[in-house]
C-alpha cells in the first residue's frame, strides 16, 4: 500500500470564540482537516489547529516524503517530516500540519490491521474516559446558565477559562470561580487563566496568590497560569502552589516538552495533538510524563477528529483519564456520523472501531468545509 495524494479542508461558518483578545470570527478558519489517500482505496482523516493556508503549503513542501510511503510505516514518515523541517519552520506550522498528516497515518494504520488505533499505540488500559466540558468564562449569569445546562446533559468535570481572569482584579477571579463552583456543585472544576493569549498580565506573584485562592474551591488544577515560555516560573509555581499546576498546549514537538517535565513544571501535561506533533509525538510526551510522576491530559479545543484522536490516546496511556469536549462547537459536536454521547456515568465510549473509528459526517463537511467533497474518498 503506497500514499498517493494528500488533501485538506478548512472548517469556517461555526468557527467558536476563543477568548483571544483579537477575537475569532464564525468564518475565520483556524482548524483544517487532511486526508491521506492510498492506492488500495483507504483514507486517513486528521485535523491541525491551523488556517488552511499555511497547512496547504506546509504539504506542498512535505508531499515528496510522503506520496509513495507505505503509510503504515507510521512514526518513520513523521519522524523523517520533521527531521526534513529543520530548515523551513520547524516547530510552526509544518508541525501542526505534520500533526494532522500523523493522526491520519495512524488512522489508515488501523483501518489496514482491523484494529483501534489505542491498540496500535500500545494497548487499551481503558475502554471509556470521562470528557470535561471546556467553557469560557463570563459575567455570572450567562456562565452559570451554561454550566447549569452541561450538567444537565450529563457532563461531571468542568473547566471555565480566559475572558478577564488575571486581567482585572482579585475580585473578579474569585467571584467567576465562585459562580462556576456554586453552578455545578462537586464536580471537577478546573480553571484555565490563558496565559498563552498575546502580552497575558498575570505574573508569578499573581499566579501564587491565585492558586491559594483556587484551593479554596476545590480547583482540581490551575492551567497556563503563566506566559508558556515562562519555564522557571512554572517551576517555582508548581513547587509553591496548592493546587496541581498544568500546561504545554502552545508547545510543539517532544524536544520542546522535555525541559518542563525533567525541571518538574508541570503537574499535569497538556500536548495539544493536532498541533504538537500528532500521536507519536503525544504518545512519546505521555511516556516521559508517566516516567516521572506527570499526568498527560490532552488539550482539545479543536474538532471531532481531534477528539477522537485525544480518545484513542487516553486508551493508550495509563493515567491519561480525561479529555477535553469544547462545548457548542459544531466542529466537535457534529462533524463525525453519530455525533457523540455521554453515558450515565458522565463517560465517553472511546471507539473500538479500527482506525480512528469514526468517519466524517458528509452533510457537516459540506456544511461547514471549504471543500465540500471532502468526506467522499473517491472526490
Known amino acids: 500500500m503506497r500514499i498517493t495524494r494528500v488533501e485538506t479542508c478548512g472548517l469556517r461558518g461555526a468557527t467558536p470564540e476563543g477568548g483571544w483578545s483579537?477575537?475569532?470570527?464564525?468564518?475565520?478558519?483556524?482548524?483544517?482537516?487532511?486526508?491521506?489517500?492510498?492506492?488500495?482505496?483507504?483514507?486517513?482523516?486528521g485535523s491541525a489547529f491551523t488556517t488552511e493556508n499555511l497547512v496547504r503549503g506546509a504539504i506542498d513542501l512535505l508531499l515528496p516524503h510522503l506520496v509513495g510511503q507505505d503509510p503504515v510505516e507510521v512514526e518513520r514518515i513523521t519522524e523523517t517530516l520533521h527531521q526534513t523541517a529543520f530548515w523551513m519552520g520547524r516547530g510552526g506550522a509544518l508541525t501542526h500540519a505534520t500533526?494532522?498528516?500523523?493522526?491520519?497515518?495512524?488512522?489508515?494504520?488501523?483501518?489496514?490491521?482491523?484494529?483501534?488505533?489505542?491498540?496500535?499505540?500500545?494497548?487499551?488500559?481503558?475502554?471509556?474516559?470521562?470528557?470535561?466540558?471546556?467553557?469560557?468564562?463570563?459575567?455570572?449569569?450567562?456562565?452559570?446558565?451554561?454550566?447549569?445546562e452541561l450538567v444537565e446533559q450529563g457532563f461531571t468535570a468542568f473547566k471555565i477559562g480566559w475572558w478577564k481572569f488575571g486581567r482585572v482584579d482579585a475580585a473578579t477571579d474569585e467571584r467567576t470561580v465562585a459562580a462556576a463552583r456554586a453552578a455545578i456543585g462537586d464536580r471537577l472544576l478546573a480553571v484555565d487563566a490563558g496565559g498563552s493569549e498575546g502580552f497575558f498580565p498575570g505574573g508569578l506573584a499573581w499566579a501564587k496568590r491565585t492558586a491559594r485562592m483556587l484551593a479554596d474551591y476545590d480547583v482540581a488544577w490551575f492551567e497556563e497560569a503563566l506566559a508558556p515560555d515562562d519555564l522557571e516560573g512554572f517551576a517555582e509555581l508548581r513547587a509553591s502552589s496548592p493546587v496541581p499546576i498544568s500546561g504545554g498546549e502552545v508547545l510543539t514537538r517532544r524536544q520542546s516538552f522535555s525541559p518542563y517535565l525533567r525541571r518538574r513544571?508541570?503537574?499535569?501535561?497538556?500536548?495539544?495533538?493536532?498541533?504538537?506533533?500528532?500521536?507519536?509525538?503525544?504518545?512519546?510526551?505521555?511516556?516521559?510524563?508517566?516516567?516521572?510522576?506527570?499526568?498527560?491530559?490532552?488539550?482539545g479545543w479543536n474538532t471531532a477528529i481531534g477528539l477522537a484522536a485525544d480518545l484513542q490516546l487516553s486508551s493508550a496511556l495509563a493515567s491519561t483519564d480525561l479529555v477535553e469536549y469544547k462545548t457548542g462547537s459544531a466542529y466537535v459536536d457534529d462533524l463525525v456520523a453519530g455525533g457523540w454521547r455521554l453515558g450515565a456515568d458522565g463517560c465517553l465510549d472511546i471507539p473500538s472501531g479500527p482506525g480512528l473509528g469514526v468517519s466524517l459526517d458528509p452533510e457537516a463537511v459540506e456544511e461547514y468545509g471549504t471543500r465540500p467533497a471532502f468526506a467522499d474518498p473517491e472526490a
Open 22 to 45: 483579537n477575537e475569532l470570527r464564525p468564518d475565520d478558519v483556524v482548524h483544517t482537516l487532511v486526508a491521506v489517500h492510498t492506492d488500495e482505496g483507504l483514507t486517513g482523516i
Open 265 to 299: 513544571a508541570f503537574d499535569i501535561v497538556q500536548p495539544d495533538t493536532t498541533k504538537g506533533g500528532g500521536l507519536s509525538e503525544s504518545r512519546r510526551i505521555g511516556w516521559e510524563a508517566q516516567d516521572l510522576g506527570i499526568r498527560l491530559i490532552p488539550h
Open 99 to 148: 500533526s494532522a498528516i500523523d493522526i491520519a497515518l495512524w488512522d489508515i494504520a488501523g483501518q489496514a490491521l482491523g484494529q483501534p488505533v489505542g491498540r496500535l499505540l500500545g494497548g487499551r488500559h481503558r475502554t471509556r474516559v470521562r470528557p470535561y466540558a471546556s467553557v469560557l468564562m463570563d459575567e455570572a449569569g450567562p456562565m452559570t446558565d451554561n454550566l447549569t
